[in-house]
Structure formats: structure tokens, C-alpha cells
């Protein structure tokens, strides 16, 4: 019964290949995030969707591009993986309503390794 | 530019003892204050949510102070148990509230 579950947990891959990260939520929430967590360990947001349409996308290269199916799925692809790309990723799910606050629930992580 | 400070980067108490973590923000506009816990190689998970016009909230053994005069939040641990050895992240909302920037957290290690 995992709120937020991402997939794989573990990711290790060479430079130059091209690798997705899976994230499903069984919240019923309508909005969906996408965070880095690099070596310093701040988190920091990538992209957000709000049912299914794209309402935040900070500066993150265009090799990373995140794709939605549906409400319950945020997906991250990324290409030609580079050894800056190597940090732990989160997903996170939220209900975005007009009073506030709300709350985030994050996925365990997905730990990414570029050799 | 938003920032979220924290200290210590990193705290070791003795099992029992009560610690304090300390939080300073520069976010505006201003919406709510988070304190997450992190456990290693886990997700963060929220403690307490606090909007402008609370000034304390407490979870449990977990309570957290917020003024907004000064920008300044602290999380208050009371005796701690080995189960609370994790990371603890101060987190601030902007404006409708989706926009959050994390603080660098604090390292808390509960020793026997």
C-alpha cells in the first residue's frame, strides 16, 4: 500500500546512455513532482504536473524531459547521461487546492550513478 | 534570492537528551514553513506545517517554532530516542504555496 513508489531504487549507468525513472502514485493526487537531491543534500525541484499538464519546469537541461500518462504516473527520462546527472532523484505527489497548505508525500528516492 | 539556513549541519546527543535545530529563512512572499525527517535512503516525511499566523506547533515529541518577524524557525526534540537519528530538512513555501526551497538540513545522530 506505498503512497508514492519509484522505480528502480538503484540506477547505475555510463556516460552517453539513456535511462527513465518510474513513479506512480496511489494518493489520488492531482499534482506530481519531480526533485534532484544532490551531494550537499539539498533538494531541488525539477518539474511539477498538475493533471497531466506541466506547470513548473525550473532550469534543467533539455536532456531531462518528464512524462505523465495519466494523474497516478510521472515519469523522468533522461539522455546522454552525464557524471553531473549522478544524484538521489525523488518523486512526490501533492493535492493542489485553492486553500492551503498542502501537503507533499515523497517517494524513496532513486539513487543514480554515472561511471 | 529564496534561501533556507540551517544549524548545526550536523549533531550528536546522547539518548534522552533534548536538542533544538535551528532554521533562518530569506523567502518571500512567504506561505508556510515545513520541517521534514529524512531517514537514510528514505523519501522526507513531514512533521509539522506551520502557516504565518502559527507560532508553534507541535508532533509528538517534535515541536516547532516559527516568527515570521525574525524569519526564524527551530525544531525541538524531546527525549530523543535512537529512532530519531535522521536528517531534518526546514522547508519554506512561497506564494500559493507549490514553490519550495529546501534547506540543507541538519544531521542528528541519537547515541546509547
Known amino acids: 500500500d506505498t503512497a508514492v513508489s519509484q522505480t528502480p531504487k538503484y540506477l547505475v549507468t555510463q556516460m552517453g546512455n539513456d535511462k527513465s525513472i518510474k513513479c506512480e502514485q496511489n494518493?489520488?493526487?492531482?499534482?506530481m513532482y519531480w526533485y534532484k537531491q544532490d551531494s550537499k543534500k539539498f533538494l531541488k525541484i525539477m518539474f511539477s504536473?498538475?493533471?497531466?499538464?506541466?506547470?513548473i519546469n525550473e532550469t534543467v537541461p533539455n536532456r531531462f524531459s518528464p512524462k505523465s500518462p495519466d494523474k497516478a504516473h510521472l515519469n523522468l527520462h533522461i539522455n546522454s547521461l552525464e557524471l553531473g546527472d549522478s544524484a538521489v532523484y525523488f518523486c512526490?505527489?501533492?493535492?493542489?487546492?485553492?486553500?492551503?497548505?498542502?501537503?507533499?508525500?515523497f517517494g524513496p528516492g532513486t539513487r543514480l550513478t554515472v561511471t | 534570492k529564496n534561501q533556507v539556513e540551517q544549524s548545526p549541519q550536523s549533531l550528536i546527543i546522547l539518548e534522552g537528551k533534548n536538542c533544538t535545530l535551528q532554521?533562518?529563512?530569506?523567502?518571500?512572499?512567504?506561505?508556510?514553513l515545513r520541517w521534514y525527517k529524512q531517514d537514510t535512503g528514505r523519501g522526507p516525511v513531514s512533521l509539522t506545517i506551520?502557516?504565518?499566523?502559527?507560532n508553534t506547533k507541535s508532533n509528538g515529541r517534535y515541536t516547532a517554532t516559527l516568527d515570521a518577524d525574525t524569519k526564524q524557525s527551530s525544531l525541538h526534540i524531546t527525549a530523543s530516542q535512537l529512532s530519531d537519528s535522521a536528517s531534518y530538512i526546514c522547508?519554506?513555501?512561497?506564494?500559493?504555496?507549490?514553490?519550495?526551497?529546501f534547506g540543507g538540513g541538519t544531521r542528528l545522530m541519537v547515541k546509547p
Open positions: 522547508v519554506v513555501s512561497s506564494n500559493a504555496g507549490n514553490m519550495l526551497t
Open positions: 506551520m502557516t504565518f499566523s502559527e
Open positions: 494518493l489520488g493526487h492531482d499534482t
Open positions: 532554521c533562518n529563512y530569506t523567502v518571500s512572499p512567504f506561505s508556510n
Open positions: 512526490a505527489s501533492s493535492v493542489l487546492t485553492s486553500g492551503g497548505p498542502y501537503e507533499q508525500y
Open positions: 504536473y498538475n493533471n497531466k499538464e506541466l506547470i
